[in-house]
């Protein structure tokens, strides 16, 4: 059982999370200053710097809690399908379902993601590195087992293969978000999804 004071923190991490990203894809990360984001929060200046040494190592976390709850829906989307007896390509499916619900969800934080990500002098440039191959890798998994139980072909280059569907949903959904903001979830969903069968699997 957590402590109250363990809940509360992450309350409050979790406000912080939230007033920085926005303010973040907002203005930039040089122009938000810690200021604006205790004030955004509601919180005061010190509650920042007493959860966060600066405001690069709140920005670290901040990326590396945003695709850590990425990385657990990827990884539970793939489970639940692998527990109703699912095939590789149907956990692969749920996946997208999941990122495009992620997406949805959170496009502040993806927006910001997908544009640290080509950036190359950050200080949170390992970082980044390092939780998008945890997202990756839960794909790769799959893909793996895939090819192992003869349902995927051998040819696939899986790590490519990964990196590029996850780059699908990523970059499909904030076009989704920004030009079809119209279209639901089910409309893209299947678009992405005729995109996977073709493929992966060849039918």
Not at 81 to 93: I, M, Q
Not at 139 to 167: C, K, M, Q
Request: glycine content about 6%; proline content about 1%.
């Amino acid at each position: 059982m957590e402590s109250s004071s363990t809940t509360r923190r992450q309350a409050t991490r979790q406000k912080l999370y939230e007033a920085a990203v926005t303010l973040i894809a907002e203005k930039g990360f040089s122009a938000t200053t810690v200021d604006e984001i205790a004030e955004r929060a509601g919180v005061a200046k010190g509650t920042v710097y007493y959860n966060f040494k600066s405001k690069t190592e709140l920005f670290e976390e901040l990326l590396r809690h945003g695709v850590g709850l990425l990385t657990a829906s990827l990884r539970s989307a793939a489970e639940e399908t692998a527990k109703h007896g699912g095939t590789r390509v149907e956990a692969l499916d749920a996946m997208i379902r999941a990122g495009l619900a992620f997406i949805d969800r959170y496009p502040a934080f993806t927006q910001l993601y997908v544009a640290e990500l080509w950036r190359t002098n950050r200080a949170w440039q390992a970082t980044l590195l390092v939780v998008r191959q945890e997202a990756v890798a839960v794909v790769e998994d799959v893909l793996r087992e895939g090819v192992g139980n003869g349902e995927l072909s051998e040819e696939i280059d899986i790590p490519l293969t990964a990196a590029a569907l996850v780059g699908m949903v990523l970059v499909a959904a904030l076009d989704w978000k920004a030009f079809q903001p119209e279209r639901s979830m089910d409309d893209v969903h299947s678009a992405l999804s005729l995109l996977l069968h073709g493929r992966v699997s060849g039918h």
